[in-house]
Structure formats: structure tokens, C-alpha cells
């Protein structure tokens, strides 16, 4: 079946810097896509979505870019911080028989350092 | 806010014990969904519903069911907890129909199979 990966499972970041978190993903027929944050001991929550019909998103320091050519997703973080330390998941949201349903990438963990 | 609460934080049973994981949500979505996270795999999809007593199969069911039985609540059930069931249980909530959103969740319930 199609599905949702990850490039890096693990990033490290200098606190200040930029952060990028790329995402492949494979069902052509996904219109919809999310990213999550998960800190530890948390469940996921939502930071920015983006839908098919955008290439680019932005929210407060945080913009996810869409590349449907090639099925690629990022999230870039502006001016990283130690509170940006977590995992991070994409989504697509992909229909099912009764409505939609979320899968889920691998996630990759970023770490901040200080 | 969206409120989605799962009963437990931590759960440790034995195997072969029957297990109830609980969860409700606040705001009148009609889709719910249990995940369980693994390290290194990610979130993956146990069962999910579009509406009341209406089930769908994830990408894991085996060894597990569900129910639901008002709006609001979803339960994951383990008919015979063994130790590869151990694991964190993630419950979401999505509003439902032709809504393409992103889903709510929990704050995760890890279950330790002894």
C-alpha cells in the first residue's frame, strides 16, 4: 500500500538556526496534509497544515512547503528553539470508506542545542 | 479548546488480562481513531469510526476491537493483553463527513503487558 516516510529520522540544531524536516510521501490522491509536534510524555498537536491546491504555507515561524511533482513535503522553523525540541510527524489525510482517516510518517526527532 | 482524554496515563496488566482503554472527546466529532506508537515506527492506525457503532479496521487490528457506543466515547479493547501489545495508545478525534481536517489528540495511555 502507499504511505508516509520520513528522509531523517534525527536532527540536530543550533539553537538560532533554521530548522528543515522534510517528508515523501506517495498516494497521489492525498489532497490534505498536516504536521504534528509530539514532545515527550505528549500527544501529537497540530502546528500547520496545507492543502493540494497550495505550495507553500506560513504560521508563526514555522512554514511547510508542498512539492506535488515530486510528493514532497518539509516544514521549515525559523530561528530554532529549545522548546522546538520534539518529534516531528507528517500526515496526509487520505479517505477512506466512511470518511477520512490520518497516516502517519515515522517522525523525526529534532534536538536543539543550546 | 478540543478536549480529547483517555482515561489513563499508565496501565500495567498481565498477560492474558482483558483491557479497556477509554477515551472521550468534547466536541461532537463524529470520527474517531485509536493509534499505537512504537519507536521507529511511528503512529499506526488500530481502528477507527465514522459515527456511532459504525467500525472500521486500521492498519493493525489483529488482537484488538472496538466500540462505540455514544458519540463521544471510543474504546479500545484487548481481548487477551499479550507483551507485544505494549505500547503507547494514542485516541483522536476528527469532525467527520466531507470535512478534511486534521484530527485532536490525546494525551496517550502507555500500557506495559507483564
Known amino acids: 500500500g502507499e504511505s508516509v516516510g520520513l528522509h531523517l529520522p534525527t536532527l540536530s540544531v543550533q539553537e538560532g538556526d533554521n530548522s528543515i524536516i522534510n517528508c515523501a510521501y506517495s498516494?497521489?490522491?492525498?489532497?490534505?496534509f498536516i504536521w504534528y509536534k509530539q514532545e515527550s510524555g505528549k500527544g501529537p498537536q497540530f502546528i500547520i497544515d496545507i492543502r493540494s491546491n497550495m505550495d507553500k504555507r506560513q504560521g508563526q515561524r514555522v512554514t511547510v512547503l508542498l512539492n506535488k511533482t515530486v510528493k514532497h513535503l518539509s516544514l521549515q522553523i525559523a530561528a530554532t528553539q529549545p522548546g522546538d525540541s520534539a518529534v516531528y510527524f507528517c500526515?496526509?489525510?487520505?479517505?477512506?470508506?466512511?470518511?477520512?482517516?490520518?497516516?502517519f510518517g515515522k517522525g523525526t526527532k529534532l534536538s536543539v542545542i543550546p | 479548546d478540543v478536549k480529547v482524554t483517555q482515561s489513563s496515563r499508565y496501565l500495567v496488566k498481565r498477560t492474558g488480562e482483558k483491557v479497556f482503554l477509554e477515551c472521550v472527546q468534547d466536541m461532537d466529532h463524529e470520527n474517531m481513531f485509536w493509534y499505537r506508537q512504537d519507536p521507529g515506527l511511528g503512529l499506526r492506525l488500530i481502528y477507527f469510526?465514522?459515527?456511532?457503532?459504525?467500525?472500521e479496521k486500521g492498519d493493525i487490528p489483529e488482537g484488538y476491537s472496538v466500540s462505540r457506543e455514544k458519540k463521544e466515547r471510543f474504546s479500545l479493547i484487548l481481548e487477551s493483553a499479550s507483551t507485544n501489545q505494549t505500547s503507547m495508545y494514542l485516541c483522536?478525534?476528527?469532525?467527520?463527513?466531507?470535512?478534511?481536517?486534521?484530527?485532536?489528540f490525546g494525551q496517550g495511555t502507555r500500557l506495559t503487558v507483564v
Open positions: 469510526s465514522y459515527d456511532v457503532k459504525m467500525k
Open positions: 483522536a478525534s476528527s469532525p467527520g463527513g466531507t470535512m478534511n481536517t486534521e484530527a485532536f
Open positions: 498516494n497521489s490522491a492525498s489532497d490534505y
Open positions: 500526515a496526509e489525510n487520505i479517505k477512506g470508506a466512511g470518511s477520512y482517516q490520518l497516516t
